[in-house]
């Protein structure tokens, strides 16, 4: 599994520096103002790239999240997997939203019973804190 996390984390660490090669090229046709035609296409391949970054970001979110899981047996309960693969696919949320997305797959949830989830994944420090009241999956 490690070889395939492994392999994502090369490909986005190509891919950033891909985008930041098209970044200076797209600077540099800009400024001499030669060729907008090739300054507007390197905007265009910049963001066509940048549509690669995300998903293979969130791969590697799922990823962690499923190593974790299988590490951690007594962590494998269905409310903290829901919290965790909410975190990897939507991002930071804070206990309401969560709540919402647990009761959304299993048709209740107690914002309690979250919250002692969520302290629990603190402590073991797979999730941090984030701004305010948010809560995300550490790096």
């Given amino acids: 599994m490690s070889g395939v996390g492994d ?5 986005n660490e190509k891919l950033e520096m891909m985008m930041k090669r098209l970044d200076y090229l797209e600077a540099i046709l800009t400024e001499s103002r030669k060729y907008p035609e090739l300054a507007q296409l390197m905007g265009d391949l910049r963001v066509g790239t940048a549509l690669y ?6 791969i590697q979110r799922l990823l962690g999240v499923r190593r974790y899981l299988e590490k951690a047996p007594e962590s494998r309960d269905e409310v903290s997997r829901i919290i965790l693969n ?10 309401s939203q969560l709540t919402r997305e647990i009761a959304g797959e ?16 603190l402590e073991e420090g797979i999730i941090k804190k ?8 550490k790096e």
């Fill in 7 to 11: 392999d994502l984390k090369a490909l």
């Fill in 53 to 58: 970054g995300e998903p293979l970001k969130l």
């Fill in 86 to 95: 909410a975190l990897a696919i939507k991002g930071p949320m804070n206990i």
């Fill in 106 to 121: 299993r048709g209740s949830a107690s914002r309690v019973t979250v919250r002692k989830r969520i302290q629990d994944l």
């Fill in 130 to 137: 984030g701004d305010g009241f948010e809560y995300r999956l």
